[in-house]
């Protein structure tokens, strides 16, 4: 690996890795869909699932017939794949330095993951990587902020973010600036709703941020304590009662340029 990982991925990943996998959400079924018909994979494909993580993208990958292939750095979160999906051939690797050959690989997808290594090096190899006919899908799930209680738990969260990169920056988009290696064909967004304890879905959720999971204990336990409490306040729901907590998915679709 040649790239650094910002260190609210390393720590907060490596230590919440497993946490990770029991409460982050899953994607909408509607996304295999994209992926057939946007994307054009099916059982002929060689995809990359890039910043694979724990695996929670994976299933959807599974279900289109493609041969998947799993890249994560991080090697906690890649154990806990590896426990998941034995089956899947995984690599412990940087986004920009990609252990595979020129023009290799069909599909490139990024579920969650983009913004932690949104530069020109690692574009320029996945690019490199990628068939003439390539292309590249990047995905994430964001809390739906128009719904009141949600916009105030991010409001909470906002001030101790820092540098760390995040979606709703919107600084991953500036890679794309004055470069000839992609052109973004189509953005397509869906309803996502994660269903379950206010504590397991909303509380432990938001603890697997990259920068809370990279806190000391107590202070994530504060964290926890404010979060359920602002979920009380808007809705009278106590940690252990059921809530829907609302996402929007946004699957953006490149085409490689062929220079």
Same mark, same amino acid.
């Not at 295999?32 to 959807?60: A, C, H, M, N």
């Not at 969260?157 to 920056?169: C, K, L, M, Q, V």
């Not at 996502?192 to 941020?209: A, C, D, F, M």
């Given at each position: ?8 991925? #390393? *720590? ?25 018909? $946007?994307?054009?994979? !099916?059982?002929? @494909? ?9 695996? *929670? ?42 252990? /595979? =050959? ?11 993951? /983009? &913004? ?8 320029? %190899?996945?690019?490199?990587?990628? *068939? ?10 964001? $809390? %739906? ?9 991010? %409001?909470?969260?906002?001030? /101790? ?7 709703? @920056? !919107? ?10 290696? +992609? ?7 869906? #309803?996502?709703? &994660? @269903? ?8 432990? $959720? ?15 336990? #504060?964290? =926890?304590? =404010? /979060? ?5 306040? +808007?809705?009278?729901? @106590? ?13 953006? &679709? +490149?085409? *490689?340029?062929?220079?």
């Amino acid at each position: 690996m040649t790239q650094s990982l910002h260190p609210s991925a #390393q *720590k907060g990943f490596s230590s919440g890795a497993e946490l990770y996998q029991q409460v982050r959400p899953n994607y909408p079924q509607e996304i295999v869909v994209w992926l057939q018909d $946007r994307l054009k994979i !099916g059982e002929s @494909s060689t995809v990359i699932d890039l910043g694979s993580g724990t695996g *929670k993208f994976l299933p959807y990958l599974i279900q289109t017939g493609a041969k998947v292939l799993a890249v994560e750095p991080v090697n906690e979160m890649l154990k806990q794949l590896q426990q998941s999906y034995p089956d899947i051939e995984c690599f412990q690797s940087s986004a920009d330095s990609l252990p /595979f =050959k020129n023009a290799s690989i069909d599909r490139v997808l990024c579920a969650q993951s /983009f &913004h932690w290594f949104a530069n020109q090096l690692s574009l320029s %190899d996945i690019h490199r990587v990628l *068939k003439p006919s390539g292309h590249l899908g990047l995905i994430w799930n964001q $809390r %739906d902020i128009n719904v009141d209680w949600v916009q105030a738990l991010a %409001d909470e969260i906002a001030p /101790f973010e820092g540098d760390t990169p995040r979606y709703h @920056s !919107g600084r991953w988009k500036e890679v794309f600036d004055d470069q000839d290696l +992609f052109k973004l064909n189509s953005l397509q967004t869906f #309803q996502l709703i &994660h @269903s379950g304890t206010v504590e397991q879905v909303v509380s432990k $959720r938001l603890l697997s941020t990259s920068f809370i999971a990279a806190m000391p204990y107590p202070e994530q336990q #504060q964290f =926890k304590a =404010k /979060f359920e409490q602002i979920v009380f306040d +808007f809705t009278g729901r @106590s940690p252990q009662d059921q809530i829907d907590f609302p996402y929007i998915t946004y699957a953006y &679709h +490149f085409q *490689k340029i062929s220079n």
